[in-house]
T-cell receptor
Framework: GDSVTQMEGPVTLSEEACLTINCTYTATGYPSLFWYVQYPGEGLQLLLK?????DKGSNKGFEATYRKETTSFHLEKGSVQVSDSAVYFC???????????????FGKGTLLTVNP | GAGVSQSPRYKVAKRGQDVALRCDPI?????LFWYQQALGQGPEFLTYFQNEAQLDKSGLPSDRFFAERPEGSVSTLKIQRTQQEDSAVYLC????????????FGPGTRLTVL
């Protein structure tokens, strides 16, 4: 079955440091890939996505490239801010029955804390 | 516009009680999903609706769990005879059209079973 493995945290960085959170996946079909973020006390929000190989998703200074050859979708940011402190989830959505993308399969999440 | 809403936000139940969790998806969204998120873990799929049809319930952990969406809009997740292992955050998500792969999540209902 489908699965997502992401770097275990917690990750603690100083403001303006570089961030990489590794994510690899296994899937039987041709999945779409996502990063979701969960800020303290809030619900899951879509951060970025990529729907096919070599696509790059980007948002709020974060980037991730869909690498089919290495089955990876690592999240990167060149300079983190205190406001980036949150839990980050890597996820995939694979073609389900009837030809519709549907359920998401998530990694366990990585807690990022950015100190001033 | 309004996002996905869930109620109640917090629920405490005694073991053996039945609970009902409500999800109001974004207006017009065809697809609706329920996920269960245990403490310190990623969300795990429970069930999926397309309009009023429940197309996948493979993630429901036992026959104590039941979900419905009778008019293709609001959905209710019901857990009968709650157990301590049911304690988790229950997340609802909706997406706009069949085939869409961007899901929008509600804030979740935190269920604590004593």
């Amino acid at each position: 079955g489908d699965s997502v493995t992401q770097m275990e945290g917690p990750v603690t960085l100083s403001e303006e440091a570089c961030l990489t959170i590794n994510c690899t996946y296994t899937a039987t079909g041709y999945p779409s890939l996502f990063w979701y973020v969960q800020y303290p006390g809030e619900g899951l929000q879509l951060l970025l996505k990529a729907t096919k190989a070599d696509d790059k998703g980007s948002n709020k200074g974060f980037e991730a490239t869909y690498r089919k050859e290495t089955t990876s979708f690592h999240l990167e940011k060149g300079s983190v801010q205190v406001s980036d402190s949150a839990v980050y989830f890597c996820a995939l959505s694979d073609i389900g029955s009837g030809g519709s993308n549907y359920k998401l399969t998530f990694g366990k999440g990585t807690l990022l804390t950015v100190n001033p | 516009g309004a996002g996905v809403s869930q109620s109640p936000r917090y629920k405490v139940a005694k073991r053996g009680q039945d609970v009902a969790l409500r999800c109001d998806p974004i207006s017009g969204h065809v697809s609706l999903f329920w996920y269960q998120q245990a403490l310190g873990q990623g969300p795990e799929f429970l069930t999926y609706f397309q309009n009023e049809a429940q197309l996948d319930k493979s993630g429901l952990p036992s026959d104590r769990f039941f979900a419905e969406r009778p008019e293709g809009s609001v959905s209710t997740l019901k857990i009968q005879r709650t157990q301590q292992e049911d304690s988790a955050v229950y997340l609802c998500a909706s997406s706009s059209v069949r085939g869409s792969d961007t899901q929008y999540f509600g804030p979740g209902t935190r269920l604590t079973v004593l």
